[in-house]
């Protein structure tokens, strides 16, 4: 078996080391003897969707977003075509705003590639800070570090999660993320995925289930360091909540833009 990962526009999208989920998901393949090589789709660059079994997508600025949105206009039927066909895709921040129809910032629109029917809304104040969510998806509790000034409504789209400690998608503190498909879109870096092994072994799942046709159970992983650092940050986090300290809803809210 062999898995294709592409990085999508790594020079644009790289914010709080979101290249460290290509990292993960190719080591936790390369760890059970599964072959796979990453391909980095520089920005401009035509995209053959065809020859990829996991998409990556990082975050970015307000700057980068315009940029990618106008090289992705042009491909992106064939980028919907892929996300409804079951293709894997791992959008984070940015890459989650641009995916849907627009992302109103304080001073102008990015239009969006309309792939998700969502929008995203400026508002003052940053939401800055640990995260923790409950997802039925997985047994874990999951985390990550969330940093943006955009609101995102999903609509009736599944979440990732419920919050229990951060702000979310709205900054209410309600929901995070969304998972559509097999594409999972969030406001969490960290990077995600070594933080959280249960997720990428989910994406590495539908991806060769997709690409072979047939159940695809991985094999576990120890994962003994991996596990320690979510336990770690989930105690740290939630019994401050459930204790009275630190809340997501009374800590500073930062001001700046994106």
């Known amino acids: 078996m062999k898995l294709s990962i592409g990085h999508l526009y790594p020079e644009l999208f790289n914010l709080y080391g979101d290249r460290g989920n290509v990292q993960c998901l190719l080591k936790r393949l390369q760890w059970r003897g599964i072959d796979a090589g990453v391909t980095v789709l520089p920005a401009g660059e035509k995209i053959d969707f065809n020859g990829l079994d996991i998409i990556c997508w990082g975050g970015g600025s307000d700057r980068g977003q315009e940029m990618a949105a106008g090289y992705l206009r042009e491909t992106r039927d064939d980028f919907r075509g892929y996300v409804e066909d079951g293709g894997v895709v791992l959008a984070v921040c940015a890459a989650f705003q641009l995916l849907g129809n627009y992302y109103r910032t304080e001073k ?19 939401l800055v800070g640990n995260a923790v969510l409950d997802s039925p998806l997985f047994s874990a509790p999951v985390v990550g570090f969330e940093n943006h000034a955009g609101r995102t409504e999903i609509g009736d789209y599944t979440p990732l999660g419920k919050v ?15 998972v559509y498909r097999n594409l999972i879109a969030t406001y969490l ?3 995600l995925l070594p933080k959280n092994p249960e997720v990428c072994d989910w994406l590495l799942e539908r991806a060769l289930r997709r690409k072979y046709g047939k159940e695809i159970v991985l094999e576990p992983l120890p994962d003994v360091q991996e596990r320690r650092v979510n336990r770690n940050i989930v105690e740290r986090f939630t019994t401050c909540q459930a204790g009275g300290g630190e809340k997501a809803g009374n800590r500073d809210v930062r001001g700046g833009r994106r």
């Open 164 to 178: 229990l400690f951060g702000y979310g998608n709205t900054g209410k503190g309600d929901n995070e993320g969304l």
């Open 189 to 191: 870096h960290g990077p």
């Open 108 to 126: 102008r629109t990015i239009e969006g590639l309309g792939i998700l029917d969502i929008r995203t809304e400026w508002k003052p104040g940053r």
